[in-house]
């Protein structure tokens, strides 16, 4: 089992930043790659951004690329998600997942934290 929670979400002005953090605990080594999904009021959960286990790895969606940076710090079984720039459109809650290996799909994590909100005001 893993346990996944996140904090730093909060209401920011467009433009603005945010740092969300993940902090792990359990049995971390069996599911390393980490994963950020939102989910906004009305549609579906989306993927946001994924690392693999050492970091080397990334990938993101094409909505956030050159805003939002995922990294990790193993020593600390944290991964974080910077969020920059932020837009209206970014709204929603939240979401950091563990799976066994890198992956896009959210149908492949098999941990999942309570979310955390983001709400960026026009």
């Known amino acids: 089992q893993v346990q996944l929670v996140e904090s730093g979400g909060g209401l920011v002005q467009a433009g603005g930043s945010l740092r969300l953090s993940c902090a792990a605990s359990?049995?971390?080594?069996?599911?390393?790659?980490r994963g950020w999904f939102r989910q906004a009021p009305g549609k579906e959960r989306e993927f946001v951004a994924a690392?693999?286990?050492?970091?080397?790895?990334?990938d993101y969606t094409d909505s956030v690329k050159g805003r939002f940076t995922i990294s990790r710090d193993n020593a600390k079984n944290t991964v974080y998600l910077q969020m920059n720039t932020l837009k209206p459109e970014d709204t929603a809650v939240y979401y950091c997942?563990?799976?066994?290996?890198?992956?896009?799909?959210?149908?492949?994590?098999?941990?999942w934290g309570q979310g955390t909100q983001v709400t960026v005001s026009s």
């Open positions: 997942a563990a799976a066994k290996t890198f992956t896009i799909f959210a149908g492949a994590y098999e941990y």
């Open positions: 359990g049995r971390t080594f069996s599911s390393s790659a």
């Open positions: 690392i693999n286990w050492s970091g080397i790895r990334t």
